[in-house]
């Protein structure tokens, strides 16, 4: 299991920035797959953006592409999440986690962020 702890989110006025940073113990990181994924209150928990294994290559939901920006640093074992040009509809609790072989592991606690209008 790879242990994962966020942190980075705050409370920020619409148009904003915030960077979001998501650090996951073990040796092997760049095995991983490393998404991130966001619950608003009431509801389901969404797919945000993933960074590939081995390649880096990004994946993004159509509502935060050209706004958000996935990278990652094998070397840190973290994993950061630049959010620009906020909205009021990004208020969440974004979570990380580490994908392999389809499996995820144990959800950390998340960071909450919150987007003032």
């Known amino acids: 299991q790879v242990q994962l702890v966020e942190s980075g989110g705050g409370l920020v006025q619409a148009g904003g920035s915030l960077r979001l940073s998501c650090a996951a113990s073990?040796?092997?990181?760049?095995?991983?797959?490393m998404g991130w994924f966001r619950q608003a209150p009431g509801k389901e928990r969404e797919f945000v953006v993933a960074s590939r294994r081995f390649s880096g290559d990004a994946y993004y939901a159509d509502s935060v592409k050209a706004r958000f920006t996935i990278s990652r640093d094998n070397a840190k074992n973290t994993v950061y999440l630049q959010m620009n040009g906020l909205k009021s509809e990004d208020t969440a609790v974004y979570s990380c986690?580490?994908?392999?072989?389809?499996?995820?592991?144990?959800w950390g606690q998340g960071t909450q962020v919150t987007v003032s209008s």
């Open positions: 073990g040796r092997t990181f760049s095995s991983y797959t």
């Open positions: 986690n580490a994908v392999r072989y389809g499996r995820f592991n144990s």
